[in-house]
């Protein structure tokens, strides 16, 4: 692994630590986990991407809200299975994973595609996909044999962004124009440990951290990376008589 990789994968180590407990929902139906995402969504910056993005949260997040893990995996599974919700692993770690209302995703999709010439095979690529597909990824004999698409159509899927190649003969399900949004995760999450780890004897209570005015390093709001960094497991919560603190945890490597 060479440098850059290693810094990435140690920015991003979701090592376990101890949740929020006191601040998650009590309820983990399909509901709760539907309502979750949809808060979560609220806190996602549409503009800051000119609306050509629909609304991402990780996967981790809900953990910040949802105590039991292994519930919340399930619920996420289901509304995938059900056409509801897709899900893309976004490359810079294997443990981080991007949501998407699937209906959210065609839209965008669609508007990024509009006058194009690669337009009518995407629109046949989202037939496929959104009523009960929830695969991360496509192998060429399932987008061959199965999906029936031609090497120049899976060509002109990459080339409109819905595809990423993932090794010889196979494909990530992808959100076009993401890069940005994943260059700007990536620093916006290093700044807000930053300013845990700069507070005195590493802890800072959770209202405050939301409160504080975002720097040229973070584009989103303070609420989205509070929420992916106790969801991620890379700070640790104290519950106190003045609210949660949040204490930075050595080893992060920020």
Known sequence: ?????????????????RRCASDCVTGDSQADIRSSLQYLMTLFSRKLFNDSL???VLKHQLYSLHDDKTSVDKQVNELRENGELLMFQLGFDSEAFALVFAEDYR??????????GTLAT??????????????????KEKM????LFTDSEITQLVKSGVLTVRDAGSWWLSIPNSGKFIKYFIKGRKAVLGMVKKSKYGEILKTELEARRTTAQVKFQMKYHVHDIIGAELVECIQTTSGTLLRYVDGNNN
């Open 144 to 147: 061959l044999k199965e999906f």
């Open 54 to 56: 629909p609304p991402v």
């Open 1 to 17: 692994m060479n440098r850059k990789r290693a810094l990435i994968a140690d920015t991003f180590c979701l090592s376990k630590r």
């Open 122 to 139: 995407v629109e046949k690529f989202l037939a496929k996909l959104i009523p009960s597909c929830s695969d991360l990824s496509f192998n």
């Open 107 to 116: 839209a965008k999709v669609l508007q990024g595609e509009a006058g194009r």
